[in-house]
């Protein structure tokens, strides 16, 4: 598995444990983009010679496969630059349709691209913000769902998974409330793409967000998908080449979805390195992965048990959540520790994630994180509880 | 000749030039404009119907000469059909460019534009005529996808 | 030149002139993106591990060339994911200060993404917007400006090189007229950066924007630049990770500038893409390749003179211009000819070039734009010509 | 001991451990607060002064070991110092992380912060205390750039 990451394979000593942050690229995405870059570079506003034929073939193909990964029509993925993007963008574009009196529900374990956008909104539109709670586990606590879900709720921001804690949603009881009062809802994908396919049909959320460097592709793209019905509505976010129908001094009018929300040359070939990422990814037997995935995140959690003053923020289950674990030790700095594991060969990240509001919640200021993906195994959880009891010890 | 240049048939260009059809009806019993947004071709077309059926037809159209034969095309043909003739011409058409698939005997010009098969790019040309022809039997006028 | 060029290297036979919409990625550029992806990848924001060290060096060492390329500090650069992006973030950071009453001008030149997003700041805020318009020649009118710059007048929103005619604003006496009334200047330098490096301290503008795709650079990627004492004056645009000192359910603090613009993972790889292929780009002898664009420019227009039924759109002059030449030809529709074109092994572009308001200036719906960048030479233009006489009989 | 440990010298922990001047003077002639947004990190710096010379220092640090032993330190030497002497201090100190150079004998006790000269991320760490010195001599009191 290594061997298909350029980079994992050329350090070999490196024990990579931030894919939560950034997932290494797959051999096939680099190649994609290299093969696109080098035989098919063109912009794809529909050029009529052939080389802007195969750029445009190219990007629209890519659409598709984002629609295979996530089980919904190509005319609904949007590329963006990212999951940031499309979340602003959805702030933006349905928020335009909000006004004050009307409610948007976010939850406490958000990652701030799918929060501050919100707060944001919140200055322009007047709304009110309500924030579902996040109980000591680092499970949102859906039992308050009913009292904070009301008739003036337009639309529920939240991530799939906890960036932090690993916490896995229950998309379905969220949407199945949020459909109670007629609320949309957006999840936030960004730490889910990389654990497998998704099926959005099934999830039956309304807009859902993405990255592609979490998930093993080039940086510099994401995808939001919409309901193709949602999507025909909603105004445009930016303005600027190819979102416009016609345009004259007195206004324009609008292109179709999706192209209606991508204003300017979109990331072209990072499109193509996604796509071929996601047909790698969708290559894979992701019930054995995700297995894999579990057990070793098992051996983890036990490991870290037997760590002295280290605490695991949220769940100590190896079950049913993303494997992504989070950490603080007794009168350790997150830097220092990261610092001495570093010198071990381990890359992990110490802060407070993009997640302040959670850390808050979990009542701590930063954290130390692991957070493991396909290509990771054993030797790397035996190599970061090796690194810890460095660590415990030089830092003391 | 080399490829692209191919694709200007002779039979193409005379339909383009021929024009059949050109004008606007006022007033109608129907109507649609269909636009390329990516290069500002449109396409403008007037019917006149009767319990369904077509019986004048009158084209404007803005566009290369894909566009045009089309269109000039499609005013000879129309008076006579009604939306599902209107559909299958355009099925016909799409088909063509998308698979290669032959059109059937009633739509044998059609043929005229086989060699745009392997210009993606410009099958939208040759079809936005057949979508306006399709808008404007359907009632709708919305803007072409 | 060409060598330099990995897809003009492989097509041989390919006269690619459509530099105006994408030009072709350098080597040292996809080289670039090649030894990142494969040898720093690791998100940017502060991860204390050696990797994203590396990875934190390279971002900010792009900053540093991108602010060399344009002679200002690199605190200034903001990566945004191209033109289109960087105008948009103006339209929401600075518009967000404008109200009704306040003036913005554009001119009838733009490219959709410098006049769109004026329009939508009009549709948001009720500012007005006025219209500087084009001589039949190509260029502004840069009389009116003295009547169509009012007090009101807080933005000038400007091309500094039109991608349909090359027509060339004369930034200095913009600016100047721009300072008597209080107005900032925003110069969109999309079509300029393909054709040498920019000295923005010289121009005197107070934000600018460009693609990396345009520059020989990575897709995906693009430059805001503003000045510092602005930059840190102005709201974000978009939020997420990175963008936010202080997050709580009550609100969030901004982080200074240029990362305050900065929201979610930037486009890193692509960054230091487009570093490398600036860093080429500053390594020329700008001078001579001038006169070679102008004398190759010249022997173009000279060539254009002679097809019968041709009209450029805009001067006929190779001097003071930029190499881009769009024309008509009476009776022939540009998709046509550039279909001819392409089986001749010419990539030109026919169509509306995103700059509908410009076209209906000079009184047409499309043309064709031939656009000549570095790798280009003689036997380019004389293959065009060529490929112009076989469409006019194909055609007729 | 392997790289980056090696950052962790006794001196540097016993100077964190020691943690000289924590708390807040109150009444005070001059504070700052420095933020690492990053991190979360956060130095508040509160001073007494006579005559533009500190007094008294207190300083209450939430960050890492770096952090701590460079604010630890600072309240050692802080005072008698005026805002030149601030300033020199913290230009030593970011001159010896950024370019090796030894620090003057009056801040001999700044070599600990050696082996932190490559990891450039960690430069901010130990200057945060420097900068909210700095910033109360001055002043000002705006956010950590
Ligand atoms: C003058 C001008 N401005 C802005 C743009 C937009 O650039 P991009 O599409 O890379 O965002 C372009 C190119 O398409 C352009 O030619
Ligand atoms: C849960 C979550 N949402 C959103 C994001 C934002 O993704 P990006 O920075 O790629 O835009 C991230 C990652 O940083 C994340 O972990």
Redesign the interface.
């Known amino acids: 598995m290594r061997s298909g990451f350029?980079?994992l394979a050329?350090q070999a000593g490196?024990h990579?444990l931030?894919s939560a942050?950034?997932a290494?690229?797959h051999r096939d995405a680099?190649d994609a983009?290299?093969r696109h870059?080098?035989?098919s570079?063109?912009?794809v506003?529909?050029?009529?010679?052939?080389?802007?034929?195969a750029a445009?073939?190219a990007y629209e193909s890519a659409r598709g496969a984002a629609a295979r990964f996530l089980n919904v029509a190509a005319e609904e993925i949007v590329f963006t630059?990212?999951?940031?993007?499309a979340?602003?963008l959805v702030?933006h574009s349905f928020g335009a349709g909000l006004q004050a009196g009307d409610r948007v529900l976010v939850s406490?374990a958000e990652?701030?691209?799918n929060?501050?956008?919100w707060?944001?909104l919140r200055e322009r539109k007047g709304i009110a913000l309500d924030?579902l709670p996040v109980r000591p586990d680092g499970q949102l606590d859906l039992g308050r769902l009913p009292q904070l879900l009301r008739e003036e709720t337009r639309l529920v921001a939240l991530t799939q998974c906890s960036n932090v804690t690993g916490a896995i949603t229950d998309v379905a009881a969220v949407v199945d409330a949020a459909r109670r009062v007629g609320a949309r809802v957006v999840l936030d994908g960004a730490q889910a793409v990389q654990h497998g396919p998704q099926d959005l049909r099934a999830l039956g959320v309304d807009f859902y967000a993405f990255?592609g460097?979490k998930c093993f592709g080039?940086?510099?793209?994401g995808v939001l998908w919409g309901r193709a019905e949602l999507l025909c509505t909603l105004p445009?976010f930016?303005?600027?080449?190819?979102?416009?129908?016609?345009?004259?001094?007195d206004?324009?009018?609008w292109?179709?979805a999706p192209r209606r929300f991508e204003?300017?040359?979109?990331?072209?070939?990072?499109a193509v390195g996604l796509a071929a990422a996601l047909d790698w990814m969708m290559s894979l037997d992701w019930p054995r992965l995700r297995e894999r995935e579990t057990a070793l995140c098992a051996r983890l959690l036990d490991g870290l048990r037997e760590i002295p003053g280290l605490r695991v923020l949220g769940s100590m289950a190896a079950e049913g959540r993303a494997p992504i674990v989070s950490f603080e030790i007794a009168g350790l700095?997150?830097?220092?520790i990261?610092?001495?594991?570093?010198?071990?060969g381990?890359?992990?990240?110490?802060?407070?994630h993009?997640a302040?509001?959670l850390?808050?919640a979990l009542g701590v200021?930063?954290c130390t994180r692991a957070s493991l993906a396909l290509y990771n195994d054993e030797s790397d959880v035996a190599a970061l509880l090796d690194g810890l009891r460095?660590a415990a010890k030089?830092?003391? | 000749m080399s490829a692209g240049a191919e694709l200007y048939q002779q039979a193409i260009k005379d339909w383009a030039g021929a024009d059949h059809g050109h004008g606007r009806l006022d007033p109608a019993d129907a109507a649609a404009r269909t636009d390329n947004p990516l290069c500002g071709d449109r396409v403008q077309v007037t019917l006149r119907l009767d319990a369904g059926r077509i019986t004048a037809f009158a084209q404007e159209t803005r566009g290369c000469l894909l566009c045009r034969a089309a269109a000039s095309l499609l005013a000879q043909r129309a008076p006579g059909m009604d939306a599902a003739a209107a559909a299958a011409a355009s099925t016909a058409l799409e088909e063509l460019l998308a698979e290669g698939r032959d059109p059937p005997p009633a739509w044998q010009d059609l043929a005229m534009f086989a060699p745009a098969r392997s210009y993606r790019s410009r099958h939208k040309c040759a079809l936005l005529p057949f979508r306006a022809l399709r808008q404007a039997l359907e009632g709708v006028s919305h803007r072409e996808q």
Chains 1, 3 share one sequence.
């Open positions: 350029p980079l050329a490196l990579y931030d942050a950034t290494q690229i680099l983009v290299l870059e080098t035989g570079r063109a912009n506003m529909r050029g009529t010679y052939a080389l802007a034929d445009d073939r630059s990212g999951a940031t993007a979340l602003n702030a406490q990652h701030h691209s929060f501050v956008p707060l944001m924030v990255s460097h080039p940086g510099g793209v445009p930016c303005g600027g080449g190819g979102m416009v129908g016609e345009v004259n001094l206004g324009f009018s292109a179709e204003a300017g040359t979109p990331p072209i070939a990072q700095h997150p830097h220092d990261c610092q001495v594991l570093d010198a071990h381990l890359a992990l990240r110490g802060g407070h993009c302040q509001p850390l808050a200021e930063a460095h030089a830092l003391r």
